[in-house]
């Protein structure tokens, strides 16, 4: 099955279910993260808030890791909507060809992927600027080198964001599968004070 059909049923699955239960928070990780999105946008009146634990991305191509001295390089475009392979709803846009993306000159430390975003001016993900969102992201993880990505990808369009790298917080040494660890408590902790916190 093609990554654009798992999207596309799993967002009409995600929004069939918000329809029968009501309001829901999303939360997402891993290969899941590219179905919140899509959901979220669909249904904006029932996310109350989407909690993105290391998401499918980074967004626009996928991450390649090779060795020294050029840890990273961009794959594929597997996200032609930016965050997603199906449509998402941007202000002004009907077809993903007019979202027009670049590259950063250069990454924001070494140990990190340049990101993707949008030519500049950003067209706004209208569906899901009213929708809290956090993004976790562990110390050891893969996803360490681009989950900021994201974050900033949304930002430019006009989604605010937190992001929170579990290591500034004093959990340190975690991996991809972070809910399968010996501190995973602590992790739920700090999801579980950002959600208290949002309004």
Request: net charge positive.
């Amino acid at each position: 099955m093609s990554v654009r059909k798992q999207q596309e049923l799993n967002r009409d699955a995600g929004a069939a279910l918000l329809d029968k239960i009501g309001p829901a928070i999303l939360l997402t990780h891993s290969q899941s993260g590219a179905f919140g999105w899509p959901i979220a946008d669909a249904r904006p009146n029932l996310v109350k808030a989407i909690v993105a634990v290391e998401p499918s991305g980074p967004p626009v191509h996928d991450a390649v890791f090779k060795g020294a001295p050029d840890y990273f390089s961009d794959g594929p475009q597997s996200k032609p909507w930016g965050l997603a392979a199906v449509k998402l709803t941007y202000g002004g846009v009907s077809d993903a060809s007019e979202l027009g993306y670049v590259p950063q000159a250069k990454a924001d430390r070494p140990d990190l992927m340049r990101c993707w975003r949008q030519k500049e001016p950003a067209h706004p993900l209208t569906n899901l600027q009213r929708i809290p969102v956090v993004i976790i992201s562990t110390e050891a993880s893969y996803h360490a080198s681009y989950d900021h990505c994201t974050s900033q990808y949304l930002a430019q369009a006009g989604v605010k964001n937190t992001f929170i790298r579990l290591a500034d917080r004093g959990i340190k040494g975690n991996g991809h599968m972070m809910m399968l660890e010996k501190n995973n408590l602590a992790i739920a902790a700090v999801i579980a004070d950002w959600l208290k916190d949002i309004k």
